[in-house]
């Protein structure tokens, strides 16, 4: 979809130029070159912003594919469970370096360790889930939401203007409330329900991944 908006912006921005060359006779020269050289910027504008949304969107949605099939093989006792986790954990560090080319090598180990906490809390909350341990699972949410949810929301921020904590705050407890509905659906059996949540979260996430590549993009103008 967003390449699709890439290119038809481009088409509009190279008609509407068009329109004005023939009005005005085109212009010679410098001129006909500067109008030329401003269409190419605008256009590789819209494709860079288009682009860093497509993949924060992609490794939004994978994080959330991945998270299902990891959390579902550890509980079902799977062969392929360790390599599941380290899927999962290698689109974490993905997701960090994502964040890292933005806003440095320090805001990308920060990321990196409250995201790798989540994981590892929804880990435990899937044991408790498991065992019936209503007490370890509250214990499990109460920490991602005080050490990710929280902390990650203030982050993000505190980094862009254009992001409000509440506003992330609130998205990435939705995020967390999907996931743990995801791991109870999975060991209620109720498989149906755990995809349609899964259909939700993928929704979600790519809505909360769009917005913080909006906010990225507003931030730094000159660089999209």
Do not use: C
């Not at 392929?80 to 080319?101: F, I, M, R």
Request: proline share 2%; glycine share 8%.
């Amino acid at each position: 979809m967003d390449s699709h908006v890439s290119k038809t912006s481009g088409i509009v921005i190279g008609v509407a130029l068009l329109i004005i060359g023939l009005v005005g006779g085109y212009g010679i020269g410098k001129s006909a070159h500067k109008d030329n050289s401003r269409t190419k910027d605008s256009v590789s504008a819209i494709s860079k912003a288009a682009d860093l949304r497509a993949n924060l969107v992609a490794m939004g949605v994978e994080h959330m594919q991945l998270t299902d099939q990891a959390v579902d093989a550890a509980l079902d006792g799977s062969p392929n469970a360790d390599a599941s986790a380290a899927q999962l954990y290698k689109n974490g560090t993905d997701l960090g370096a994502a964040v890292g080319s933005i806003y440095g090598k320090d805001a990308e180990k920060t990321f990196n360790s409250v995201w790798k906490l989540h994981l590892d809390e929804f880990v435990k909350y899937a044991v408790a889930s498991k065992s019936g341990d209503d007490a370890g699972k509250q214990m499990a949410l109460s920490t991602i939401d005080s050490q990710y949810t929280k902390p990650l929301a203030q982050y993000l921020a505190k980094a862009n203007p254009n992001l409000p904590e509440k506003t992330l705050e609130t998205a990435l407890g939705d995020h967390v409330t999907m996931t743990a509905r995801m791991i109870d659906d999975h060991v209620a059996g109720n498989y149906s329900a755990e995809t349609s949540e899964l259909d939700m979260a993928n929704t979600h996430i790519a809505g909360l991944m769009s917005t913080l590549a909006d906010g990225i993009v507003k931030q730094y103008p000159a660089k999209f």
